[in-house]
C-alpha cells in the first residue's frame, strides 16, 4: 500500500493526493463510495487508508488540477453525496521512504480460498446459545494469568517454557461442558478420521483487545496431527506463514526469543477471518508446516471494512496428546525428525 506524508512546501502546497477525514468505512462509506463523489472532478487513480482508524483516507488523483478542484469544492464543507459529512482536507504526497514489508494481506473469509492443504473452517460450528454456555463455564472456574492473556488447561498443562506438555501429570477428563463441541467433531464428515479420535486436551485463551498471538507451529512431538480452535465472544485475523526453510522453536523459552530467529526469513503469508462461533481445524501441511499467527490489532482490516476486536476473544483450542515420535511428512519443521 502507499504511504503518504505532509508535502514539504506545507499544508498549502498543491499534489495529485489529498489528506480527507470524516470518511471511510467506518463511517459507512466504502472505499468504492468516496472514488465515485471525486471522480466528479477528475480521473481517481486510488483511495487508500490513511491510518486505521477507518475515517481519514487519501483520495489520488491523475493530476494536480482535479485534485485542487475537489479542495476548492469538498473542503470544509458538508458533502451530500457523504451523508452530509463536513471534510477536512489537506494536501499530501507519496512517501519514497522504506516499504513497510509487514503490511497486511488480502483476507479471506473462507478456508478455500487461502489454498493451504488441510485447512477448515466451519462458521457458527456452534449456536449464540451454546456460545454464551461455553464462557459461564469457563467463566466459573479458576483463571491462570500469563503476561498479557489468561488462560486454562484440561487434560493435560500446556508447558509455555518447553512448548510441550507434561503426559505424567494428567488433570483428568475433558470437563463435560465440552461434550456438545466434541460429538459435533466427531461427526465432521469432511474428516472421517476425527470419528476415531479422542481428544484429551483443551486450552482456553482469554484475548483482550490488542493482544494476539506470536507465529509458531504446535509443537510436532506434543500433539497429534488435528488441531481445533473454537473461536467465542469476539472475532480476529489468524495469518499463516510458510517460510522457505525449515523453522522450529527448539529450545526457544520466549515468544522474542522465535521472532528473533525467523525475522528476515523468506516466507509466504495468508490470512483468514476467524468470526465468533467458528470452527478452525489445521490437519496435514497446515498443521505441520505454517506457522499460524495472531497479529497485535485493536482493528482488523478485512477487505474493504475495519472490524474492531471486542473487550475479549476467548479461544478453545483442543487437541490430542501424542504417544512417541512424530512421524509427519514434514521433517523440516520436525523436533521429532531433526
Known sequence: MPRFTSPKGGEDASSHHLYVA????????SHETIASVFGMYGEVEGVYAADESGT??????????????????LNRHPCSS????????????????????????????????????????????????????????????????????????????????????????????LPSFMSPVLQRIRSFQALSRAADMSLDQLTVN????????????????????????????????????KYTTGVWQGNSTSSSDLENQISGLNFV?????????????????A?????????????????????????RRVSFTIRKVRRGPCRCEFPEYCDSQK
Open 22 to 29: 470524516n470518511c471511510g468505512p467506518a463511517v459507512g462509506f
Open 82 to 173: 457523504l451523508g452530509g459529512r463536513t471534510l477536512h482536507i489537506q494536501y499530501s504526497v507519496q512517501s519514497l521512504g522504506k516499504v513497510n514489508n509487514t503490511a497486511s494481506v488480502p483476507v479471506s473469509t473462507s478456508a478455500s480460498d487461502l489454498d493451504i492443504p488441510g485447512l477448515y473452517l466451519m462458521h457458527d460450528f456452534v449456536t449464540p446459545q451454546e456460545e454464551q454456555e461455553l464462557l459461564a463455564a469457563v467463566d466459573d472456574r479458576s483463571w491462570y494469568h500469563l503476561a498479557k492473556r489468561r488462560v486454562q488447561h484440561y487434560g493435560y498443562e500446556f508447558c509455555y517454557d518447553i512448548r510441550n506438555v507434561n503426559t505424567n501429570q494428567y488433570l483428568g477428563e
Open 56 to 73: 481519514r483516507v487519501i483520495v489520488s488523483y491523475h493530476d494536480k488540477s482535479s485534485s485542487q478542484a475537489a479542495m476548492k469544492a
Open 206 to 241: 482469554e484475548y483482550p483487545p490488542g493482544v494476539g498471538l506470536s507465529p509458531h507451529v504446535d509443537t510436532h512431538s506434543a500433539f497429534d496431527e488435528l488441531i481445533f480452535s473454537l473461536s467465542l465472544a469476539g472475532p480476529c485475523i489468524m495469518e499463516f506463514r
Open 287 to 311: 498443521r505441520y508446516a505454517w506457522h499460524h499467527y495472531i497479529p497485535h490489532h485493536k482493528v482488523d482490516k478485512v477487505n474493504d471494512s475495519l472490524i474492531r476486536r471486542s473487550a
Open 269 to 285: 503469508k495468508k490470512a483468514i477471518y476467524l468470526p465468533p462461533r467458528s470452527l478452525l481445524l489445521m490437519s496435514g501441511e
